[in-house]
């Protein structure tokens, strides 16, 4: 069993949507759980979403982790990268790459994320959020 469960997934969908409403509506659907997110723009026009819930994860892996969605727009397609970083202080973010958690707590990040599925959650709110109409004005 030396394979070890990577905390990167990657799914490409071609939408019209832009990367921050999906963004916005995957931390809305997040923060509905009492988890703190936040969405912010980095390096090479990728809008980032990143969610955690401090009692998740602080106690066994020490650090902030968070579930955290890359997303980078292309020609009449969306990027998504799912992961797990340190969570990014949004006043630093643009200064700054993702920082990736250390392997050693990988395994115990990675069983956290499966035991309460998130990434199906993740996946979910992409799915319905592109392919929805457009969303029209209030």
């Known amino acids: 069993s030396g ?16 990367a921050e409403e999906v963004a916005r509506a995957l931390a809305d659907h997040f923060r509905a759980q009492d988890f703190e997110a936040q969405v912010y723009q980095s390096s090479e026009n990728r809008t980032v979403m990143q969610a955690r819930k401090e009692s998740l994860w602080r106690q066994l892996l020490g650090v902030t982790y968070a ?12 990027n998504f990268n799912l992961g797990g970083h340190e969570w990014v202080d949004a006043a630093v973010s643009g200064a700054i790459g993702l920082v990736a958690v250390p392997p050693v707590l990988l395994g115990t990040a990675y069983g956290i994320w499966k035991e309460n599925q998130l990434d199906k959650e993740v996946w979910q709110v992409i799915d319905e959020r592109v392919s929805a109409p457009a969303q029209a004005g209030p």
């Open 67 to 78: 579930l955290t969605v890359v997303i980078t727009p292309g020609e009449g397609q969306l």
């Open 3 to 18: 394979s070890r469960p990577a905390l990167n997934f990657e799914r490409i969908y071609g939408t019209t949507v832009s």
